[in-house]
């Protein structure tokens, strides 16, 4: 994190007897891959801008579970899942923000089960949140003209049926926004989820990534706009299968929205 970052850990906040709004969950990618990271730095300075109570897990924060029990190892990720239950809860944990689809998705819907209850909210969510509120405010001229198309993730759109957040998000911009052919409740994976991403593909005429990747070309965008750290990844190989990199971006609307805050 660059030095201007204001990124308070729960450790901090609890030896000064304080507790945030919202927990911030950074998640692997997050933490780890360097585009990601990026994703990352772009949401805490719209935190920091909004004047948002966080803090994050910092060192304590492990990987939710969710790659291990997409591969079928349900045994590794009940004990993910039961280690970081015990450090929200020690916490007190109420709310939680993350801009990874897959951990929003396993906080949400299957940490309940193991005993760990929290309000579980998208990064996309949470800033539509703050622009509704008037605690973040936009620069419509950044992005005026310029043409953006949304990609869906599938933990975001199909699996929680969260399709407009990210829209409003982008609608705030003043940018052309179009949509895909296949976008909202028929938009097509990316093809990392499900563990995907960690295994070669499959045999067949043209990976999903490049097939996806031309589903967002075919409508001329300047932007391709995810909201997932995996689908970035995906669109930016494919964006660059079809030599369109110097042409086309793919950003995450946290770094839309962080460009368009004269940040």
């Not at 000064?16 to 891959?33: E, H, M, T």
């Not at 499959?202 to 909201?227: Q, S, Y």
């Amino acid at each position: 994190m660059s030095q201007n970052l204001i990124v308070p850990t729960m450790a901090e906040m609890m030896a000064q007897g304080k507790q945030p709004d919202i927990l911030f969950w950074v998640g692997s990618a997050g933490s780890y891959d360097d585009r990601a990271k990026k994703i990352t730095r772009a949401f805490v300075k719209i935190l920091n801008k909004a004047n948002v109570n966080f803090a994050v897990l910092g060192t304590e924060e492990t990987c939710t579970g969710d790659v291990a029990k997409r591969a079928g190892n349900e045994f590794l990720f009940q004990m993910q899942a039961m280690m970081n239950i015990e450090v929200l809860n020690a916490y007190e944990i109420k709310k939680i923000v993350t801009c990874d689809p897959h951990s929003f998705n396993t906080l949400k819907n299957e940490y309940p089960s193991l005993g760990g209850n929290y309000e579980v909210i998208h990064h996309t969510q949470f800033i539509n949140q703050l622009i509704s509120e008037g605690k973040l405010s936009v620069n419509k001229d950044k992005f005026k003209g310029k043409k953006i198309t949304f990609h869906d993730p599938c933990y975001l759109g199909r699996a929680n049926n969260e399709y407009d957040s990210p829209r409003n998000v982008l609608q705030a911009t003043n940018a052309n926004i179009i949509e895909m052919k296949r976008s909202k409740e028929s938009s097509l994976c990316c093809g990392a989820g499900g563990a995907q991403m960690f295994k070669e593909p499959e045999k067949g005429d043209m990976d999903i990534n490049v097939l996806r990747t031309k589903d967002a070309l075919e409508v001329n965008p300047n932007v391709i706009a995810t909201g997932c750290p995996y689908c970035n990844t995906m669109m930016t190989d494919g964006v660059k299968f079809s030599h369109k990199q110097d042409e086309v971006q793919v950003l995450d609307i946290a770094e839309i929205i962080a460009n368009a805050q004269d940040l």
